[in-house]
């Protein structure tokens, strides 16, 4: 019998997510003993497998590239988790949102900007008009929330999902 497949990815958020799991400690051993992670910004793997069975997205929805990614991912992708704030509320990314693309870029590139300032057009993904969390993109399955979730959170999701129960995160500790 082969094991569930387990991702993460990162959207536009601080990657405290990620650390969170990594707080895992040595849980993450209990998790790669009930799945296979295979695909991850913490290993090096390239593409995203054709099918994953379960995916912890962190961060908001904010770029053409994100936008590309979650679509893709949730496509190839059984069960998809909001893991975190900005990927269940758009958070901190979404406080652009009543700015405006071209005010924040010109704010950060061209007016604070004393040496070369210019919008960069090769190097940042274009932002999208307005960050959104990921559920308002694409169809998910589960909320982890927090700020990031608590590693006792994640950790009791990922037991949940692999042994095939739906997480309760009723409740959850917000954060630390």
């Known amino acids: 019998m082969t094991k569930p497949t387990l991702a993460t990815i990162w959207l536009d958020g601080c990657s405290g997510c990620h650390m969170s799991f990594l707080d895992m400690d040595e849980r ?10 295979v695909y991850s910004p913490l290993i090096d793997v390239k593409a995203y497998p054709e099918h994953v069975d379960f995916c912890l997205v962190e961060g908001a929805v904010s770029s053409e590239d994100d936008l ?30 009543p700015i405006g693309v071209q005010p924040l870029l010109d704010r950060a590139y061209i007016e604070n900007v004393t040496i070369n300032p210019g919008i960069p057009v090769s190097v940042v993904p274009k932002l999208l008009a307005m960050a959104r969390p990921v559920h308002r993109v694409v169809k998910v399955d589960v909320y982890l929330p927090g700020c990031p979730p608590s590693a006792d ?14 997480p309760d995160t009723h409740g959850a500790r917000f954060g630390r």
């Not at 979650?70 to 652009?96: E, K, W, Y």
């Open 28 to 37: 993450l051993f209990d998790i790669a003993e009930r799945a296979d992670i």
């Open 68 to 97: 590309r990614k979650i679509l893709h991912v949730r496509q190839r992708t059984g069960t998809l988790i909001s893991f975190g704030d900005c990927a269940v509320t758009a958070n901190v990314p979404a406080m652009r949102n």
């Open 153 to 166: 959170l994640i950790y009791q999701s990922l037991v949940d999902l692999l042994a095939g129960r739906t």
